[in-house]
């Protein structure tokens, strides 16, 4: 009998055993990022809380172990004012990146005050 050799990535064909875990197991070879959520999403744009939702999070100072690839690094790259990254200093914003800056004199002219 010959072994047939499996692309890594790939379903394996009818038949053939897979080297995969069993589901829900600990696959300890898979590389993870571990990520906290330190600031909320609330005021955010929906794309930025559409990002952070994708990215399991529902709580403040939730951890999460994420995949090490480029989607989840661009993800975690775009919110990073939000969400800290092991091995990765975080550094609070002073004040909200996602927010309009104006004047408080601009703001009470626009209500009519």
Same mark, same amino acid.
């Given at each position: 009998m010959t072994k047939k050799k499996v692309k890594a990535g790939t379903l394996p064909a009818s038949g053939e055993v897979g080297a995969h875990g069993a589901p829900g197991?600990?696959?300890?070879?898979?590389? !993870?990022?571990?990520? !906290? %959520?330190?600031k909320s999403a609330i005021g955010a744009p929906p794309q930025i809380r559409a !990002?952070?939702?994708s %990215?399991?999070?529902?709580? %403040?100072?939730q !951890?999460?172990?994420l995949p090490d690839n480029d989607a989840v690094r661009g993800m975690l790259k775009a919110v990073n004012f939000l969400v800290a990254v092991e091995g990765i200093p975080y550094v609070r914003p002073k004040r909200s990146q996602y927010k309009i800056w104006r004047k408080r004199s601009d703001k009470k002219h626009q209500r009519g005050h």
């Amino acid at each position: 009998m010959t072994k047939k050799k499996v692309k890594a990535g790939t379903l394996p064909a009818s038949g053939e055993v897979g080297a995969h875990g069993a589901p829900g197991g600990d696959n300890s070879s898979a590389k !993870t990022i571990k990520a !906290t %959520l330190m600031k909320s999403a609330i005021g955010a744009p929906p794309q930025i809380r559409a !990002t952070v939702q994708s %990215l399991g999070f529902r709580r %403040l100072n939730q !951890t999460r172990e994420l995949p090490d690839n480029d989607a989840v690094r661009g993800m975690l790259k775009a919110v990073n004012f939000l969400v800290a990254v092991e091995g990765i200093p975080y550094v609070r914003p002073k004040r909200s990146q996602y927010k309009i800056w104006r004047k408080r004199s601009d703001k009470k002219h626009q209500r009519g005050h």
